[in-house]
């Protein structure tokens, strides 16, 4: 008789572990072929936008022709190659205004909103060597300040930071904390500014057509929202909280006699 506190304990100790544990009831990319390819834009760049932060750097040979060009940091370092490199401390980047323009020392105003990296660093190198500043700089860019937001039915909603500018889809949703099981892996959006407008992309990710979607890149300031089950799953997630609070209450009153015994 007195093996039967000990039986019940378990027992309900059991039924909580099976009510609240619950395998995904989706697979990502189940259509892929072990051993083909699937080919995605490997050219990717990010594209810049208004309010963004860059870090833009100027090298040269000739390290004295450079620091001008590197004002906005206010701290510089000296390679053994003599490459001028800006301090890390130093870092506080060009904002790019509400009209999409960045003010660049001896340069000026320049016009930098949807434009992708590299076509940024060549026009601020071809004006460099235009105007017979430096024969062959070296320019570099990185945004200081890439974020892109994740909400819906994840495992943690909030806006996340990269450091450089290149996230997948897929990736954004695992630092998120992968898709609830109440979340429509059929119905991720994303929602992205492009020429002033916000347009809407929808993807299944239980498809390989995900690699050629535009969003498989997040760009800076990206909203990835993945839908709910809402009617279904609600009525769901209801009744498995009541069944878990009925099976607490055994449990604490199993455990209540045992004790008092």
């Not at 004295?64 to 510089?76: R, S, Y």
Request: hydrophobic share 35%; aromatic share 10%; charged share 25%.
């Amino acid at each position: 008789m007195k093996r039967k506190p000990y039986f019940l304990v378990i027992l309900v100790v059991t039924l909580l572990l099976s009510a609240c544990g619950s395998s995904k009831k989706f697979v990502y990319l189940q259509n892929m072929e072990p051993g083909q390819g699937y080919p995605y834009d490997t050219k990717y760049e990010a594209v810049v936008h208004s309010n963004d932060r860059l870090d833009i750097t100027v090298s040269s040979k000739s390290p004295e022709l450079a620091i001008p060009f590197n004002a906005n940091g206010g701290a510089f370092q000296v390679g053994s190659n003599g490459i001028v490199s800006e301090s890390v401390t130093a870092k506080r980047g060009y904002r790019v205004d509400v009209e999409g323009n960045i003010d660049f020392p001896i340069l000026g105003k320049l016009h930098v909103e949807g434009m992708k990296v590299s076509e940024v660093t060549g026009l601020i190198r071809n004006r460099i060597i235009e105007g017979k500043y430096i024969k062959d700089p070296l320019v570099s860019l990185e945004f200081l300040n890439f974020r892109y937001s994740v909400l819906g039915a994840v495992g943690n909603t909030g806006t996340f930071s990269v450091e450089g500018d290149r996230i997948t889809l897929l990736e954004a949703i695992a630092k998120a904390g992968d898709i609830a099981q109440r979340g429509r892996v059929n119905c991720v959006r994303v929602i992205r500014e492009e020429d002033g407008q916000r347009v809407m992309y929808t993807h299944d990710l239980r498809s390989k057509d995900l690699f050629r979607s535009p969003c498989y890149y997040l760009q800076q300031n990206d909203i990835v929202y993945v839908e709910p089950r809402y009617r279904k799953q609600d009525r769901e997630d209801r009744s498995w909280k009541i069944i878990t609070t009925i099976l607490s209450f055994i449990s604490a009153t199993s455990s209540l006699i045992w004790i008092l015994k």
